[in-house]
Every structure is written in C-alpha cells, then in structure tokens.
C-alpha cells in the first residue's frame, strides 16, 4: 500500500500543526474517536502513526478520509503522535477538526504542507 509519510521538515511542520490544534482543543484521539468524528460528517484533516501494527487497522480510517475527500498523512511514530497530543501513551490516529469551521486555517496550512507528498 501506497501512503504519504511524513518526514524530516514536512513532519516537524505537520506535528507543529497537531501541537497548534491541541492547544485549541480541536482534536480527538484513537481509532474510534476519530471512525466516529468522521460518521458524523466533520470536516479537518487525519494524522496516522505508520508503525501501526498491521497497517490494515488503519484502513478503515484511511477508507473514509477517502470517501469525505478529506486529507490525511502518516508520520513515523506512535509515541511521537501521542506525545504532540499531551499523552504519554502511543495513538495510532489524529482528526483535527471542527464543527465550527474554526479549523480551516488549520487544514489549508496542513494540505500545503504535505502538497509535495502527494505528487
């Protein structure tokens, strides 16, 4: 399976953003949280840790960004994803997000970043 990693500055650049949308409370952590954010309709964008164990466990999430047109990118960590949210416990997967709208700043900033991945 092909998917956008993140790394060197595109992934400093994409945890800046999560550390930005934590501070503002904007984001829900885990699997779960963010199947369900997604079924609800919100709009953001998704972070997922690619040492995920199998990779399929994140296909479900990866199948619904799809579907909602929504971006997403992988970085290398679990830890690293947990630790940005103010966790000392690994996550497998980020949504930013907003019913809002307060987070479009947010997602233009994130869909910039990663742009050179997805070339």
Request: proline share 3%.
């Amino acid at each position: 399976m092909d998917y956008p990693l993140a790394t060197g500055h595109v992934k400093n650049k994409v945890l800046s953003i999560l550390d930005s949308a934590v501070q503002l409370n904007l984001v829900r952590k885990g699997i779960n949280e963010v199947l369900k954010t997604l079924e609800r309709g919100q709009t953001g964008f998704v972070v997922l840790a690619s040492d995920t164990e199998p990779l399929e466990i994140v296909s479900s999430v990866i199948t619904e960004a799809t579907m909602k047109n929504l971006s997403y990118v992988f970085v290398p960590s679990k830890l690293e994803l947990g630790r940005i949210c103010g966790i000392a416990r690994p996550v497998s997967a980020v949504i930013v997000t907003s019913s809002k709208g307060d987070v479009d700043a947010h997602t233009r900033e994130f869909e910039d970043a990663i742009a050179t991945l997805l070339i």
